[in-house]
């Protein structure tokens, strides 16, 4: 028997919509989210745009408040401290699983992406570095073959879109992210799982190094430092995470 198909729920398309607003910048941390006029933009009612606040808050990209509305998150420095170990472990545990299940075929299809990322590195290009970069990430996580983890990889990797610091404006940070990178490649076409392994954890680790040494170096002007923009494609899909995250101190 065929089944007919389902159209996307209204509520969900506005969340996908309201993400790449959010990534975008056009709703910046800390914004108050006005329902009344962003319901009146997108040509909706309050009811699909308050359910998708819903999904968004349990993301952890948008807070709700009782009494005062809706407010686009923000991360704190004690945020990144509990979220990059966690995405560590998790990433490192992606790069081993694809160093044992992906195909030689498979991994051949990295080479252009790691080519790519290798010129822009040079070039000094970081936001074309970043969309790769996240391209790079996305294959890894998906030749793990393992959905419960990359459901977690990309509900953390949401949150960390939040972030109010970009790690490889950093001087020399993008040339070492790259030869990172560049290592993890030639582990995961080594088979050598504990390698990649160690390698992905070492690569988000570093870049909480990064994040830390601008953190302190922005101390004095706040307002200098913009979000990490990580463009996620519209056909990623992950279960609702129930990471929340916290308001950032002043």
Same mark, same amino acid.
């Given at each position: 028997?065929?089944? =007919?198909? $389902?159209r996307q729920a209204l509520y969900l398309e506005v969340a996908d919509r309201l993400r790449g607003m959010i990534h975008a910048?056009?709703?910046?941390?800390?914004?108050?989210?006005?329902e009344l006029r962003l319901a009146g933009e997108l040509g909706i009612s309050r009811t699909p745009l308050r359910e998708a606040l819903k999904v968004l808050a349990t993301e952890g990209l948008v807070r709700l408040e009782p009494r005062r509305g809706c407010f686009v998150?923000?991360?704190?420095?004690?945020?990144?401290e509990d979220i990059f =170990?966690?995405?560590?472990?998790?990433?490192?545990?992606? /790069?081993?699983? !694809?160093?044992?299940? !992906?195909?030689?075929?498979?991994?051949?299809?990295?080479?252009p992406l790691h080519a790519e990322l290798a010129g822009h590195a040079? *070039?000094?290009?970081?936001?074309a570095y970043y969309k790769?970069?996240?391209?790079?990430?996305?294959? $890894?996580?998906?030749?793990?073959?393992?959905?419960?983890?990359?459901?977690?990889?990309?509900?953390?990797r949401k949150v960390l879109s939040l972030s109010r610091h970009r790690s490889l404006s950093q001087p020399g940070r993008i040339q070492e992210s790259c030869a990172e990178h560049l290592a993890?490649?030639?582990?995961?076409? *080594?088979?050598?799982?504990?390698? !990649?392994? *160690?390698?992905?954890?070492?690569?988000?680790?570093r870049q909480l190094e990064a994040l830390r040494a601008l953190s302190h170096?922005? /101390?004095?002007? =706040? *307002?200098?430092?913009? =979000?990490?923009?990580?463009?996620?494609?519209?056909?990623?899909?992950?279960?609702?995470?129930?990471?929340?995250?916290?308001? /950032?101190?002043?």
């Amino acid at each position: 028997m065929t089944l =007919p198909i $389902v159209r996307q729920a209204l509520y969900l398309e506005v969340a996908d919509r309201l993400r790449g607003m959010i990534h975008a910048r056009s709703l910046r941390n800390g914004d108050w989210i006005d329902e009344l006029r962003l319901a009146g933009e997108l040509g909706i009612s309050r009811t699909p745009l308050r359910e998708a606040l819903k999904v968004l808050a349990t993301e952890g990209l948008v807070r709700l408040e009782p009494r005062r509305g809706c407010f686009v998150n923000e991360l704190s420095s004690q945020d990144l401290e509990d979220i990059f =170990p966690l995405m560590a472990m998790l990433e490192g545990r992606c /790069a081993f699983e !694809a160093a044992r299940k !992906a195909s030689d075929e498979q991994l051949a299809a990295l080479e252009p992406l790691h080519a790519e990322l290798a010129g822009h590195a040079e *070039a000094g290009r970081i936001d074309a570095y970043y969309k790769t970069n996240y391209l790079i990430h996305e294959a $890894v996580q998906a030749l793990a073959g393992n959905q419960w983890l990359s459901d977690m990889v990309g509900n953390l990797r949401k949150v960390l879109s939040l972030s109010r610091h970009r790690s490889l404006s950093q001087p020399g940070r993008i040339q070492e992210s790259c030869a990172e990178h560049l290592a993890i490649f030639k582990a995961l076409k *080594a088979r050598d799982g504990d390698a !990649a392994q *160690a390698l992905a954890h070492n690569h988000l680790m570093r870049q909480l190094e990064a994040l830390r040494a601008l953190s302190h170096a922005d /101390a004095g002007d =706040p *307002a200098s430092s913009e =979000p990490i923009v990580i463009e996620e494609p519209a056909h990623v899909r992950t279960r609702p995470s129930r990471t929340r995250a916290r308001r /950032a101190h002043a």
